[in-house]
């Protein structure tokens, strides 16, 4: 999914309302933080393969220290431990370790039978979503807009960039997700690592600046 772990992202500042939408958004998409990284080292591999899926061109040959789900559990336990040391809001560091941890669970919806339980071998899993585009879209746009609603109930814009920015994020996100949709294929993987590496750090922290002009709603704290 793409939109899908963002509108988790969203979602979950209707139970951490002081934590930044950034660092939300960072927690829902940390194995994909990770995963072009990993690709550049050489570490995990995936490869350009049009029709592997029906959504997607990539085939994702081998991520388990990304993807798998005995690693993305420990991630998670790691992100919640270390936000837990910065601001000592247990809630906020549960939160935010669930959200490193429904990134596997997401995936394992929309990918096809290629994700790992543990790394070094197992079983791998999917459900396979990602075989039909429509019924894709249909999940994710729906997901997206009931986490936006939530996240627009649960704060409120302190100015005019924490009102426009708000809006502005999401239609991004949006269009980016119509892109990768309706563009052709990607010319390398090296191509898709880079783009990774640099586009989502910089969703992370647009994300963190818009919500720093945004403020919990009274009565918004579970």
């Not at 990284?37 to 591999?45: M, R, T």
């Not at 995936?46 to 592997?52: K, L, Q, V, W």
């Not at 586009?199 to 403020?215: I, K, N, S, Y």
Request: overall charge positive.
């Amino acid at each position: 999914m793409f939109i899908g772990h963002f509108a988790l992202g969203y979602a979950a500042k209707r139970l951490a309302p002081r934590t930044s939408l950034g660092t939300l958004f960072m927690a829902a998409q940390l194995p994909d933080v990770l995963w072009p990284v990993l690709l550049l080292a050489g570490v995990e591999h995936a490869t350009i393969a049009p029709g592997d899926t029906a959504f997607t061109p990539l085939r994702f040959d081998s991520y388990p220290i990304s993807h798998s789900l005995v690693t993305v559990v420990a991630w998670g336990a790691l992100f919640g431990a270390l936000h837990f040391w910065r601001k000592g809001r247990r809630l906020d560091a549960c939160v935010l370790a669930a959200l490193v941890v429904s990134h596997w669970l997401l995936d394992f919806v929309s990918h096809r039978p290629d994700m790992p339980l543990w790394p070094g071998g197992g079983p791998k899993l999917g459900l396979g979503l990602w075989n039909s585009v429509g019924a894709t879209v249909g999940v994710e746009t729906l997901m997206f807009g009931t986490g936006l609603w939530l996240a627009r109930e649960a704060t409120r814009p302190r100015d005019r960039i924490g009102r426009v920015g708000f809006a502005a994020l999401a239609l991004v996100l949006l269009a980016l997700y119509a892109a990768n949709i309706t563009s052709p294929p990607p010319p390398s993987m090296t191509a898709v690592a880079w783009a990774g590496v640099l586009l989502v750090p910089l969703f992370l922290g647009l994300a963190g600046w818009v919500d720093r002009h945004r403020e919990p709603r009274a009565g918004s704290s579970p």
